[in-house]
């Protein structure tokens, strides 16, 4: 059973750094890829990020790159979202999400379709205040 659990989440003010983690049980993050997504209140989710390791590929959204930068640990099996420069448009719960078809992870590194994974942790809020 794949278990996803998000932890980091937090209230900061514009310009400051949250660091959020993932952590996969079930599930290899050094095999699989694991993407970021968030959902603002009153708006739909939205893909911020991805890591996939089988191809050395890392996508960004355009509105955080340069700002956001993942990372991992496969000793923990845990990825990282490094957010700085926090805006206080960041707001939002962020999701961890890994899927179940190893095809999603090789369908292209920009490909960011939340129907596509099936794998979902809990959430973690981030608070930008400005």
């Known amino acids: 059973q794949v278990q996803l659990v998000e932890s980091g989440g937090g209230s900061v003010q514009a310009g400051g750094s949250l660091r959020l983690s993932c952590a996969a049980s079930g599930y290899s993050f050094s095999s699989g890829c694991v993407a970021w997504f968030r959902q603002a209140p009153g708006k739909e989710r939205e893909g911020v990020a991805r890591?996939?390791?089988?191809?050395?590929?890392?996508y960004y959204a355009e509105f955080v790159k340069g700002r956001f930068t993942l990372s991992q640990d496969n000793a923990k099996n845990t990825v990282y979202l490094q957010m700085n420069s926090l805006k206080p448009e960041d707001t939002a719960i962020y999701y961890c999400a890994a899927p179940r078809f190893q095809w999603v992870c090789g369908a292209g590194a920009s490909r960011l379709f939340s129907r596509e994974y099936s794998y979902w942790g809990q959430g973690t809020q981030v608070t930008v205040s400005s």
């Open positions: 890591i996939y390791p089988g191809d050395s590929s890392t």
